[in-house]
């Protein structure tokens, strides 16, 4: 198995041990926007059946969008609002760390069979989150997972906002999938 399925598949477990890999490994950022990428696709193509090809664009690009969003702000809450003595992390390396963290976002795929889409999109949804606690965790050298959540959660609050009022302002809210 190549050393990028490797990665995704061990993200996906939440091991911790292949988010200090992809923090320290600077070449890892076309294989972590890969991952980011596939999630933002799947999410596109779960959606298609529902939606059309218009509702897979904008799956996709929605999907894209939502998660820079939340690592621009999980950047800035994790290291500036909530760093601890130890965290010590550059954009990259937290970039690294959570664009593998969306790698349960593949099974979004499954979305295009419609009786399973809701719940298909939930568990990635959770799952994503909880990956990415972890991945924030390790980037930001947390000690604590309790400060982890946290980073997300209030990350993932402020992104909703921005991202609903984006719609709101340039074109609406997609319609739920």
Do not use: N
């Not at 390790?138 to 906002?161: E, H, M, N, P």
């Not at 719609?167 to 997609?174: K, L, R, T, V």
């Amino acid at each position: 198995m190549d050393q990028f399925t490797d990665r995704m598949l061990r993200a996906a477990k939440l091991e911790a041990a292949v988010y200090e890999e992809v923090e320290a490994d600077t070449g890892a950022m076309r294989q972590a926007m890969g991952v980011v990428l596939l999630s933002s696709l799947a999410a596109g193509i779960g959606v298609v059946a529902s939606q059309g090809l218009s509702g897979m664009l904008m799956g996709t690009l929605a999907a894209l969008l939502s998660w820079y969003v939340w690592a621009l702000l999980t950047f800035f809450i994790g290291t500036k609002l909530l760093p601890v003595s130890q965290t010590r992390a550059d954009m990259g390396e937290l970039l690294r760390t959570i664009g593998f963290s969306s790698a349960p976002g593949l099974i979004r795929i499954l979305g295009i069979i419609p009786f399973l889409r809701g719940i298909v999109f939930l568990i990635a949804g959770i799952w994503m989150l909880v990956a990415m606690v972890v991945a924030v965790r390790q980037a930001l050298d947390y000690d604590s997972t309790l400060r982890a959540v946290g980073v997300c959660f209030i990350g993932w609050l402020i992104q909703i906002l921005l991202i609903g009022l984006l719609f709101a302002i340039f074109g609406g809210m997609p319609q739920p999938a």
